[in-house]
């Protein structure tokens, strides 16, 4: 609890809150709980039952991928707290989620495999850095809190897990076109063993440019087109997106 750091004006949004074990501590923090719950028994429970009559909690069964979190944070009128322990096939989907719906969030702590977390903090030039690591890393600045083992859950699964704090930042460089940054980062680690000339250049036409236009750039931004995607920072890679985006538009004239 304590590295949530809870203010009592703060909204909660709690991703898959269980038996409501971590949902009865959130609520004597915070200043209101929302808890969504895919599971329809679990949440007849926790809404008929253990907070049935609390007003500080809302029991809301919905997957989290399908909630609207800037509908919410516009209709409190404040940014949304997102804590929550996350299933290793929703982990991704939803951290692209926090990307699109960055402006509703003030923070988000998240407990994940291990595996996820490090490629979240990776750094370029490593296995573990790919689109994840730089559109995360883009958008927010990311704490590594702390591990938990096997041996702190019940029954013990077979995996690592981590704490995530993430808050939403404004990157220097900014990307000129957000969709079109992400659009290069995928293109860039497509194939991730293949050199920028092959996955940039060669597959140019995708991101609406002639392959000359892209070697003109990696050129402009002194990027060997035999470099690999994964060798590239994000400040590089904001940079390189930009420097493309100002060729397509003239392109497109």
Known sequence: MAALELAPQDLVVEVGPGVGALTVLLAQEAW???ALEVDPTLSAYLQEELF???????????DVLRFDLLHLAREAGTPLVVVGNLPYQITSPLLFKLIEEKAAISRAVLMMQQEVGTRLAAAPGTKAYGVLSVLLQYHFAMTRLFSLGPANFFPPPQVTSVVMRLTPRNFDPVARDGGFFAQVVKSAFATRRKTLRNTLAVRGSALGLPAAEVLAALQNLAIDPGRRGETLSVSQFVTLSNDLL????????
């Open 32 to 34: 209101r709980v929302v």
């Open 52 to 62: 049935a009559g609390n007003p500080r909690v809302e029991i809301i069964c919905q």
């Open 246 to 253: 100002v060729r397509r538009e003239r392109v497109g004239k």
